[in-house]
């Protein structure tokens, strides 16, 4: 059973840090590439990052460029998304989700059920 | 990056049809997937690619897709289907992805 579990949400001051932690379970993420979406209060699905499946290649939304990087810990099937610099636009419930590539099409077959950043003042 | 509009409200009565639409420059070279998303709940997909539902998804799903535009269309539309829903695709470099703004479902 393909599961992908987030944590590691919170409320954080401006200008401070905090990393995100997702653990899949049910299938080996040096396999497929995983993503990770994020959400504002009232707003819409917002893309952040890929990572690919063998860690070779990353990329991140101009909105966070700079500031967020990822990591991976295969022994405890866990990606890291570490977020610096953070500010109130950052906002959001983080979703980690993996890419499916069927007959050459790419999706998000696979969704966690998210974890909640509040960045406040 | 790309980007995907998407109309932000569409109703549509019981039972009948509704089209929701995606458009940016970057659906000319890489097919849109669609996402239904219930409120307090993950995304779920329900059309990828040309027009493919994953298994468990309703086959009054469908998709479609032409120039800078993609569909998704929802024949008999049942109260379930009531959600906002997100089109999503390739930025035009190829490595990133840019999702629509949503669309919220009501259905009459």
């Known amino acids: 059973q393909v599961q992908l579990v987030e944590s590691g949400g919170g409320v954080v001051q401006p200008g401070t840090s905090l990393r995100l932690s997702c653990v899949v379970s049910?299938?080996?993420?040096?396999?497929?590439?995983i993503h990770w979406v994020r959400q504002a209060p009232g707003a819409g699905l917002e893309w952040v990052a890929v990572?690919?499946?063998?860690?070779?290649?990353?990329y991140f939304a101009d909105s966070v460029s700079g500031r967020f990087t990822m990591s991976r810990d295969p022994s405890s099937n866990t990606l890291f998304l570490q977020m610096n610099s953070l500010t109130v636009e950052d906002t959001a419930v983080y979703y980690c989700?993996?890419?499916?590539?069927?007959?050459?099409?790419?999706?998000?077959?696979?969704w966690g059920q998210g974890t909640l950043v509040t960045v406040s003042s | 990056s790309s980007e995907l509009t998407q109309d932000p409200a569409v109703s549509v009565a019981l039972g009948q049809t509704v089209r929701i639409t995606c458009q940016g420059d970057?659906?000319?070279?890489?097919?849109a997937s669609w996402y239904q998303q219930k409120p307090r709940q993950a995304p779920v997909v329900v059309i990828y690619?040309?027009?493919n539902r994953p298994s468990g998804i309703p086959d009054r799903f469908s998709g479609s897709g032409s120039g800078g535009t993609a569909s998704l269309t929802i024949t008999g539309a049942q109260a379930e289907d009531e959600a906002d829903y997100y089109c999503?695709?390739?930025?035009?470099?190829?490595?990133?992805?840019?999702f629509g703004g949503g669309t919220k479902l009501t259905v009459l």
């Open positions: 049910g299938f080996s993420f040096t396999s497929y590439g």
């Open positions: 970057n659906l000319r070279s890489y097919y």
């Open positions: 990572t690919w499946y063998d860690g070779t290649y990353e």
């Open positions: 999503v695709s390739r930025d035009s470099s190829g490595n990133q992805r840019v």
């Open positions: 989700a993996r890419e499916d590539i069927s007959t050459g099409y790419r999706y998000f077959a696979y």
């Open positions: 690619g040309k027009n």
